[in-house]
């Protein structure tokens, strides 16, 4: 069995670092990483080499048996084996072409939320990494000092930090936030967060919707009626911000628009809006940086490949751990339909549909 690892285009974090190289070394697999896979995330071909690894070209890592690669790549049509990485299952026209060909395909964004796979969960490493670069990145913009600053020119207040959403990445921009000494407040409809955002700093804006997420803790998609409300209860806060964060998604969905063009005319001039999910802001626009009417707009797709280093040494640690899960002590990958993890995170084998709501997405 080969596990083969590609250079990513456009990203700078790469799928497999050595430590885990090592790990698959150790358990009898031979692994092959494509020439300077790892170098933009500080991992050499010589680091590579010494955990047990060769250093192949393009080509020979796409004969692999394994192929791991973060984002879709251009050959991926061409593979005959497992692909492995976060390459958006929701998309029904990149399924159906898949199940034209020889591919076996690992959806790592359908990892279940159960206590038996929080060491694969992917999406989770990710989000706390964005979460934490949103408010640097925030930080940074703002014309703002975050911290309540006595000095000989006087007193320096706190910035007002606004988190929306409180999955994992907007609780470590809350966390994050408040560790740079800033005033924070979260908010999401969810009742269950309200003791999740009190204990990371922040305080909790008053608004729950009971039966607002579903059975593996994700938020369900909002009515119409219910986003009007929330950008009423927004608005106040949104107009007293100095930065921003909107971490506000929906599995598989759009992002609900939370803050219009309005509410930005109306907000301070110097504040700052991260947008880490690109749609909770009317004006965002995909990985572009914009001033209107004297307000920051950032619109970054991807902060995680922002912090190379380590969303690299996460991401590997998920992957690692479950393939080792898929394997089951094997040289290849059979999937036990009944295991709760291999039937979510496996969309297609045998040119079969295996997840049951992609199947049902896809039957229309």
Request: proline share 4%.
């Amino acid at each position: 069995m080969i596990i083969g690892v590609l250079k990513e285009k456009n990203d700078n974090r790469v799928s497999l670092v050595p430590q885990e190289v090592k790990g698959f070394v150790g358990k009898g697999f031979k692994v092959i990483i494509e020439e300077s896979a790892g170098i933009n995330a500080g991992f050499t071909n010589q680091d590579y080499l010494e955990a047990g690894a060769e250093i192949k070209n393009r080509e020979e890592v796409l004969k692999s048996d394994i192929i791991l690669a973060i984002n879709r790549f251009d050959e991926i049509f061409d593979v005959n084996g497992w692909i492995v990485g976060l390459y958006n299952p929701f998309d029904v026209d990149f399924i159906k072409k898949l199940m034209t060909s020889n591919i076996n395909y690992i959806g790592l964004e359908l990892i279940p939320r159960i206590s038996r796979a929080q060491s694969m969960d992917i999406l989770s490493s990710m989000a706390t990494v964005a979460g934490y670069k949103a408010v640097l990145l925030g930080a940074s913009y703002s014309i703002k000092m975050f911290p309540l600053l006595m000095t000989a020119g006087g007193t320096i207040t706190p910035a007002k930090v606004l988190v929306i959403g409180a999955g994992v990445a907007g609780l470590q921009a809350i966390a994050t936030a408040k560790r740079l000494g800033a005033n924070v407040w979260g908010f999401d409809p969810r009742p269950a967060t309200k003791d999740q955002i009190k204990s990371v700093g922040g305080n909790y804006i008053e608004f729950s919707i009971s039966d607002f997420e579903d059975k593996s803790g994700y938020a369900k998609e909002a009515t119409e009626e219910i986003i009007k409300k929330e950008r009423e209860i927004l608005y106040p806060y949104v107009k007293d911000s100095d930065v921003i964060i909107s971490t506000a998604a929906v599995m598989g969905k759009k992002p609900p628009i939370l803050i219009t063009k309005d509410m930005v005319e109306n907000m301070k001039t110097g504040a700052v809006i991260v947008d880490l999910v690109g749609g909770n802001c009317e004006l965002t626009q995909k990985n572009q940086i914009i001033n209107y009417h004297n307000k920051t707009i950032i619109g970054y797709s991807n902060l995680p490949s922002l912090v190379p280093f380590d969303a690299s040494k996460l991401y590997s640690r998920n992957v690692f751990n479950l393939l080792v899960h898929l394997l089951k002590n094997s040289d290849k990958i059979s999937p036990d339909l009944n295991d709760e993890i291999d039937k979510n995170v496996i969309v297609i084998f045998n040119k079969q549909i295996i997840n049951e709501n992609i199947r049902k997405l896809v039957e229309g």
